[in-house]
């Protein structure tokens, strides 16, 4: 079933409470059942996807991210996310620009855009926002884009890049280290039968960004 579960849901809330391996492993079976549970939503939001656009992902396990954490590093040493996550990737170099649905209680969300891209690319981006960025402002403040993804999102450097003039008239754009927009469900979207369908719809809703983008970041490809 591609329906998300309540029981999928109530799982990472236990989990939070008790982010430990002990009782991790009392309860595999439920996070197996849960686990199984995306699983099958992402097998579905695949399929639709493939309908609008041109998607590398075959299975919706595969696109899943981890549950257990890399604590080498980390000050917090619990042992496993308390969400389940998923990216989907557009096929070929032509087509850039990639989607992320995130479930948690409380705080369930898909993403699209640019996270952290390259040095050639973020050049690429820049050069192109410094020298017209008027297109990239006409997509991004559509009424009907805006009202799906909100504000442009991401992290930033606190004055400007390198080699890059502190008051060009578009610096706000061009201090992005990535290009990032966000939607919020809430729990009863998620639990809803149409999950899927509106997930698929926000992200086509995306696509005039990712067009412009992947036209960008590509032109030096064509002869």
């Known amino acids: 079933m591609s329906q998300i579960q309540k029981k ?3 799982f990472l809330e236990d989990l939070k409470k008790n982010n ?3 009782w991790f492993t009392e309860n595999k079976p439920i996070y197996l059942k849960a686990h ?3 699983i099958h939503f992402i097998d579905a939001l695949i399929a639709e996807m493939k309908k ?3 998607i590398e992902n075959d299975s919706g396990k595969k696109a899943m991210f981890r549950i257990y954490r890399d604590v080498r590093f980390a000050k917090d040493k619990s042992p496993y996310k308390t969400h389940f996550a998923a990216s989907l990737k557009r096929a070929t170099r032509w087509l850039r620009g990639g989607y992320y649905i995130h479930f948690e209680p409380g705080k369930t969300f898909i993403a699209a855009g640019f996270w952290q891209p390259d040095k050639d690319d973020i050049k690429l981006i820049r050069d192109e926002l410094s020298h017209d960025a008027n297109p990239f402002r006409e997509i991004i403040n559509n009424p ?3 009202k799906v993804w909100g504000e442009l999102e991401g992290e930033t ?3 400007a890049p390198r080699g890059y003039a502190k008051d060009d008239p578009n610096i706000d754009l061009i201090r992005h280290k990535g290009y990032i927009f966000s939607k919020q469900f809430t729990e009863k979207e998620v639990f809803s039968e149409d999950f899927v369908f509106e997930v698929t719809k926000s992200f086509l809703t995306i696509r005039p960004f990712f067009d412009y983008m992947s036209e960008v970041l590509t032109r030096h490809f064509q002869d």
């Open 36 to 38: 199984q549970n995306i």
């Open 52 to 54: 609008i656009d041109n």
């Open 144 to 146: 009907g884009f805006k």
């Open 157 to 159: 450097v606190k004055t």
């Open 20 to 22: 430990n391996r002990e």
């Open 8 to 10: 999928s849901y109530q």
